[in-house]
């Protein structure tokens, strides 16, 4: 809510005192630094809503896995 409320001046402030705070080599490492801990947030989050649904390739096959040694333990 609060993030509609910042406009094009308010950015360019906020980006000015980035480049003087951190200068113009630091800033973009940090930025490409955030980028991939964004994108592996990302990644993260989808590999684990799979796994919470269960098989992502088969769905149906959640109540009899296919695992060898389970029907070994059985006999």
Avoid: C, H, W
């Amino acid at each position: 809510m609060i993030l509609a409320m910042i406009g094009t001046t308010e950015l360019l402030l906020i980006g000015g005192l980035a480049l003087l705070l951190f200068g113009g080599k630091k800033l973009p490492e940090m930025m490409r630094g955030l980028g991939q801990g964004v994108r592996e947030f990302k990644k993260g989050v989808n590999d684990i809503n799979p796994d919470i649904d269960g098989n992502p390739d088969n769905p149906e096959s959640n109540e009899n896995p296919e695992n060898p040694e389970d029907e070994e333990e059985r006999e």
